[in-house]
């Protein structure tokens, strides 16, 4: 894809999704994350209303007038998104696949984060790290990393979430609020989720397509595994085959759900064929009043 080509589609991503932000995310994304404390902001006469127990007693007895404490959210977060670029990702049966899907939320969170004058930084994995780009502020910053989402080329092939979460530890020694967006076609990662959620706030992102939950009825098929390569010929119209393929998938995603729960982290699932602004706002919503 030549530079012209690649500047048009990240502005397009661009366009969407920081309108999404500015119009309808950003207020219900500050809600849901509250910053790391309360810090002091300013000593002021006391008004009718105020809290007593926010009373400068020292500042009081100096004017003899009665004055208050004032405080102000420490709001600064540090967002990290933590992104599979496997080779499971690309793909998908509707208009987008899987991991343009991704990279679609992801600007969507970076662009809230913005407009909350929060960092953002990025984590790109397959079975290794692919990319790392540190947690800065602003447009141009943010432009970066939906570039390299929509356009890095990985050396690996596989998924392994223990990657993302163990490298997040070693780089992000202050909490962060990091989203791990992935199919979650993975060895086991529990021990790595529950390290990185003592200290972090993880939330799993699990996007996947209806395809893969269903088989449809079309006869012998070729099925390849996008991660191995190995091909399995196998006949759909066979029930049996159809209901293993199924419960294969509702096992995977149990799995994703039960090892989030346990870590006591948060999780969503989408389909690509879905309106993720609904679902988001749900998220939010039930973040804001956790």
Known sequence: MDTTALLKRVRKVEIKTRSLSSHIFSGEYHSAFKGRGMSFSEVRSYQYGDEVRDIDW??????????????EEERELTIMLLVDISKSVRFGTKDLWKDEWMAEI???????ALQNNDKVGLILFTDQIEMYIPPKK?????LRIIRELLFYKPSG????INVPLEYLMNVIKKKCIAFVFSDFITPSYELALKLAAKRHDIIGMHVYDPAESILPTVGLI?????ETG????????????????????????????????????????LAIEQSYIQELHK??????SA
Request: glycine share 4%; hydrophobic share 35%; with cysteine.
């Open 230 to 269: 190995h091909i399995k010929l196998i006949d759909a119209n066979e029930s049996a085959v159809r209901e293993a393929f199924q419960q294969n998938y509702e096992k995977r995603l149990s799995a994703f759900k039960e090892m989030f729960r346990r870590a006591k982290c948060d999780t969503m699932s």
């Open 157 to 160: 092939t596989k998924t392994d």
């Open 283 to 288: 998220f939010f919503k039930r973040r804001a």
């Open 106 to 112: 992801s600007a969507v969170l970076g662009f809230s």
């Open 222 to 226: 070729r099925l390849r595994d996008p």
């Open 58 to 71: 020292n500042v009081t007895a100096r004017t003899g007038e009665p004055h208050i404490k004032v405080f």
């Open 138 to 142: 602003g447009r141009q910053h943010l």
